[in-house]
């Protein structure tokens, strides 16, 4: 069975700071790693999608990385703004059960 | 071009009613699927629709059950409420083949709250 796990649950940085979100999960056999962003009450945007054949992805400030081989992927977000504070959250696409698996997040507060 | 559209956007209801929540994929999309997202965790998968049929379905009471319309728009019906049910539901449509590994385009909820 597919679990995803993100850590730490939530994260508060100073403007400015580069930081690292972790997510991990139990079943390599994984097709392909989403991160997603959510805001307070709102649904989700997806940020990056990476297939397990690639090793990562980039968008603007925003990359991504996946390992398979160690169950975890990396979310680097660079020079960080208050306006990137939200939820992240990962979603593994299980090759076994074909669902799609979500971690339970890590909300992250960028201070001014 | 519109995202993904969801109606209501806030509901309350009592134990034992029903419910239908309402769900417009972006134009094109033809897959949608459903997500319940209780306070403080990651979204958990309920059901995926593609051309009209059932691809998937996650670990949810029968008291669940959803459709899609020849417009690919969808309903999720929640029968018997209990208290638990209470959540934000979420809805996604994708692009293409239907595979739940497409890239989802989630709308923004309904908050439904169960008394």
């Known amino acids: 069975k597919q679990e995803v796990t993100q850590i730490p649950a939530a994260l508060s940085v100073p403007e400015g700071e580069n930081l690292v979100l972790n997510c991990s999960f139990t079943?390599?056999?994984?097709?392909?790693l989403q991160w997603f962003r959510q805001d307070p009450g709102k649904g989700l945007t997806s940020l990056l999608l990476?297939?397990?054949?690639?090793r990562e992805q980039t968008s603007g400030r925003l990359n991504a990385s996946l390992d398979k081989s160690s169950g975890r992927s990396t979310l680097y977000i660079a020079a960080s703004q208050p306006g990137d504070s939200a939820t992240y959250l990962c979603?593994?696409?299980?090759?076994?059960?074909?669902?799609?698996?979500f971690g339970q997040g890590t909300t992250l507060q960028v201070k001014p | 071009d519109a995202g993904v559209t969801q109606s209501p956007t806030h509901l309350i209801k009592t134990r034992g009613q029903h419910v239908t929540l309402r769900c417009s994929p972006i134009?094109?999309?033809?897959?949608v699927s459903w997500y319940q997202q209780v306070l403080g965790q990651g979204p958990q998968f309920i059901f995926q629709?593609?051309?009209?049929?059932?691809?998937g379905r996650g670990n949810f009471p029968d008291r669940f059950s959803a459709r899609q319309f020849p417009n690919y728009s969808s309903e999720l019906n929640v029968n018997a409420l209990l208290l638990g049910d209470s959540a934000l539901y979420l809805c996604?449509?994708?692009?293409?083949?239907?595979?739940?590994?497409?890239?989802?385009?989630f709308g923004p909820g309904t908050r439904l709250t169960v008394l």
């Open positions: 996604a449509s994708s692009r293409t083949s239907g595979r739940l590994s497409d890239t989802q385009y």
């Open positions: 079943d390599s056999a994984i097709y392909n």
């Open positions: 990476i297939q397990s054949s690639q």
């Open positions: 979603a593994a696409f299980s090759s076994n059960t074909g669902k799609l698996i």
């Open positions: 134009s094109g999309h033809k897959s």
């Open positions: 629709y593609y051309e009209k049929e059932e691809r």
